[in-house]
């Protein structure tokens, strides 16, 4: 299940960051991945909500069926240029994460195809793409899985970074 963030999560996400920060912090930003007090957490979900309401990036709590919290899938728009206002974009990046313990288990693939369906049915956006360190085989996976095609490598500060995209049929 995806629904947005709530800033009542906080007291369940905590604990998760807080066990997975060793597995998280080398490929999503710190911003994200870092564990913080149940105050800051609360004003950080504020933060993503008041980003969702504005158009500016769309992040979801990822959750089994059994409405146990595993991670986040996001829906970023940019252009060529990089992240901007939904009515500035071109297409979606898509983002996600997950607990170590559920990896492989199918929940990104899943919720990740059902991003690129939403994505893809946003007016003007026909195409989609997922960013990944290179060195994150796991993560660049996903998109292989997906259909997606590798488009390019770049260099960043903190290592290469894969581009994957797939457009609409």
């Known amino acids: 299940m995806l629904r947005r963030w709530r800033a009542t999560d906080a007291p369940e996400l905590g604990p998760i960051l807080?066990?997975?920060?060793?597995?998280?912090?080398?490929?999503?930003?710190?911003?994200?991945?870092?564990?913080?007090e149940p105050g800051v957490l609360?004003?950080?979900?504020?933060?993503?909500?008041?980003?969702?309401?504005?158009?500016?990036?769309?992040?979801?709590?990822?959750?089994t069926t059994e409405s146990c919290l595993i991670g986040e899938v996001s829906l970023f728009p940019r252009a060529q240029w990089g992240r901007v206002p939904f009515d500035s974009a071109d297409h979606i990046e898509i983002g996600y994460w997950l607990r170590a313990d559920?990896?492989?288990?199918?929940?990104a693939t899943e919720a990740a195809r059902a991003a690129i369906d939403l994505a893809l049915s946003l007016p003007g956006?026909?195409?989609v793409t997922i960013h990944c360190d290179e060195r994150n085989a796991p993560s660049a996976a996903l998109p292989r899985r997906l259909g997606f095609g590798h488009v390019a490598t770049i260099e960043e500060p903190s290592g290469r970074l894969q581009i994957w995209q797939v457009t609409h049929p």
């Open 42 to 63: 609360t004003k950080r979900l504020e933060t993503y909500a008041a980003a969702f309401d504005d158009g500016r990036e769309w992040r979801y709590a990822l959750f």
């Open 18 to 36: 807080e066990a997975n920060h060793a597995h998280l912090a080398p490929w999503i930003p710190a911003r994200v991945a870092t564990p913080a």
């Open 125 to 127: 956006m026909s195409r």
């Open 102 to 107: 559920v990896t492989g288990q199918g929940f």
